[in-house]
């Protein structure tokens, strides 16, 4: 076994608790987040808080520490994004927020950087408008370019004009949004200019010249609790069809697209869920997931109660987030968190990454740790046979409190025990799958190296999916190989 096998310790940025200075923000203050990788570093770009209220720009060079940059339109909505001002208050709207949510930022196509935006004039309402801008530098003031989409009225049935973000297919061009009531539609864009490919206006549907589908685009997830639909597209993803314990087994090559939405309510239950299709208009909505989807991941934590101090957080409503590949192909979920679990008093947003992978059936199932600059590779049935796991089921109520249990074995013999009850068997198959029976389900799931942060110290970790949908984790508890300091958020 080598060194580069396993991460070494990260030393994360600090959770600070109150707000500070930008300068010492760091992960601290970032809600909404997605990723761009220009000039050799990482960028990440988030909705408005704390007073930088428009588009808060994050750089780093190893994706775990993180430089406040500044703002993408630092003199405000009303100097620099008048039209899309405009527009909204064209549809009905009344100027309560000065705040700019939920951007994504991509290459443009002739050079420098365009920045899908979006404006909501009143919070808990669809008056909100999408727009493009655009820089020569990732970090640089923001340019409008043009309104994209402008909506108001009709909440139920109208969609709401926020959470961009793009995904390619080949050489076309697509965009993304929708908050709630009213679900997740889909425009295609050009991809020479980044503006609609159809050039339609407002005025065209104000002027009844369009219909309501035309200039919305695409419902694609008619559901009226999720937002930030991002499209992740895979080409050649390996499914396995059949049992892999009677290895009676044969291996299809699909292209898919991965649809991951936050559902539910920001302060209680967020949680992020997994949609899949073989295209990119549609057929999201299936037999397997429906509405409700798959989910990826909702509040836990890998302390064993709430007094446990191995470990200062949880994994708190976690959501919004970004579906990105690094240059070297390292693919992540960026989202915002907010720690922890249990908590009366306002909890700020920080930025979280952890790494995800395809399971053997090809859906994506997530690291349950932040990612530490690990990388997949292959897994050795000797580094899992015999060792002890910290191990969580998530169940379909997001708004529980759950906590890791302890004691889950994976034995030599492929029994799975916990303490001395035997609860199933598992099989570790190609580089890193893993399958296993436990309880009355089948999981499919991946083994990751990470960095255990309740344990201090690198090891494997387990993200599975079962049957009925939910999330199996697991982290490699190094019991009393490892002393563990009370470490909490300072």
Known sequence: MKE??????????????????????GVFGAHDPSLLYADGEYYAFSTGTFGENYYQIRRSKDL???QYAGQAFPKGIRASLAPVVDEVLACGAELKNDTLWAPDVV???????????????????????IFLAWSEQAAGEYTLVAPLVSTGGHWGSAPNAIDPQIFYDGDRMYMTYGSFFGGIRILELDPATGLRKDGFTLADHRSGKITDEEYYGKLILPSDNVEGGVVHVRRGVPVTQGDVFSEKTRTVQKDLFYLVVSAD????DYNMRLF?????????????????????CSSFSWRHSSRDKRIGFDFAVPGHNDLFTTPDGVDLVVYHNRTPMKQKKFRPHYLFLSMFACNSLGYL????????????????????????????????????????????TLEEDGRITVGAKERGRWKLYGEYFIAFDFGDQRYHGCVMPAWIEAEKRA?????????KGLPFFMNQNFGEETKNKPRSLS
């Open 4 to 25: 580069t096998d396993f991460p070494v310790d990260p030393q994360f940025d600090k959770l600070i608790a109150e707000k500070a200075p930008c300068s010492a923000w």
């Open 64 to 66: 775990i520490h993180w």
């Open 107 to 129: 290459p443009a196509a002739q050079g420098g950087y365009w920045l899908y935006g979006c404006y909501s004039a009143m919070f808990g309402t669809n008056h909100s408008g």
């Open 265 to 268: 309510s920001l302060f209680r």
């Open 276 to 296: 899949v299709s073989e295209r990119a208009e549609g057929g999201f909505v299936t037999d397997r997931c429906g509405l409700h989807g798959l989910k990826l």
């Open 365 to 408: 199932v997530m690291s349950p740790n932040r990612y530490a600059g690990e990388r997949l590779r292959t897994v050795r049935r000797e580094e899992l046979a015999g060792k002890q796991f910290d191990f969580l089921e998530l169940s379909d109520d997001n708004r529980a409190a759950v906590y890791a249990a302890r004691g889950l």
């Open 459 to 467: 090891g494997l970790t387990v993200s599975a999916r079962g049957e």
